[in-house]
């Protein structure tokens, strides 16, 4: 199973704030990542945060970590239906060769 | 800024044929290289990752005869798959790790490949 958890869909309404949330378990991640996914598309980094910070803001986004409760989310403020599209939190473990470890992503839709 | 190109995008190919998928850094010497397996409306799966000039870590449960990469210069990595089946249709991305950048170590993503078995 997956070691990054994410609920699997969301759905708000155009002009409201979206929230996802993302649970990991590797204590050792140094860095946390929001990636986003458009249908049949690659993966775009929206932003990320070093594990010493509590919280990131980067125009729209603000990214909140709780680390000891492994608990990362991303807010979306003023949520518009170009942000349609699946959000993946993602882990990097410098245990492991830095490799990125990825959530099961939660599908955001947008609703008038 | 840097990027990562994989080629081909897609490719259509028959079972029981091979294929080799590229990941190329174009501005910046990758020091390791990572390819991840993404199955419809799944997350990314982490397959293995490779360090220039020497062999590729698989993760578990990768078979690494089926799946074989080949890290030959510290700016292309290709992943072939071999004797393919339908199963292995996915989409395939690979990522480069170069040192420096804010986070000390930054990670850029391809845009990845589709694979059709047919």
């Known amino acids: 199973g997956e070691d990054v958890e994410q609920s699997l869909f969301l759905s708000v309404r155009e002009g409201d704030s979206s929230v996802i949330n993302c649970t990991y378990t590797?204590?050792?991640?140094?860095?946390l990542y929001w990636y986003k996914q458009e249908p049949g598309a690659g993966l775009q980094l929206l932003t990320y945060?070093?594990?010493?910070?509590d919280m990131k803001q980067d125009q729209r986004l603000t990214v909140l970590l709780n680390k000891k409760d492994k608990h990362l989310s991303l807010r979306i403020a003023d949520t518009q239906t170009g942000d349609s599209a699946i959000y993946f939190c993602?882990?990097?473990?410098?245990?492991?060769?830095?490799?990125?470890?990825f959530g099961s992503g939660t599908r955001l839709s947008i609703r008038p | 800024g840097a990027v990562v190109s994989q080629h081909p995008s897609r490719v259509i190919c028959k079972s029981g044929t091979s294929v080799k998928i590229e990941c190329r850094s174009l501005?910046?010497?990758?020091?390791?290289m990572f390819w991840y397996r993404q199955f419809p409306k799944q997350s990314l799966m982490l397959m293995a990752t490779?360090?220039?000039?020497?062999?590729?870590?698989?993760e578990q449960g990768v078979e690494k005869d089926k799946f074989l990469i080949n890290h030959a210069s510290l700016t292309l990595s290709t992943l072939t798959v071999t004797s393919a089946h339908p199963e292995d249709s996915s989409f395939y991305i690979c990522?480069?790790?170069?040192?420096?950048?804010?986070?000390?170590?930054?990670?850029?993503f391809g845009e990845g490949s589709w694979l059709t078995v047919v």
């Open positions: 990522s480069a790790s170069v040192r420096g950048g804010e986070s000390g170590n930054t990670i850029y």
């Open positions: 993602a882990e990097r473990r410098y245990s492991s060769a830095s490799k990125i470890i």
């Open positions: 590797d204590s050792s991640s140094t860095y």
């Open positions: 945060i070093f594990s010493n910070m």
């Open positions: 490779s360090n220039e000039g020497s062999k590729a870590t698989y």
């Open positions: 501005d910046f010497q990758a020091t390791t």
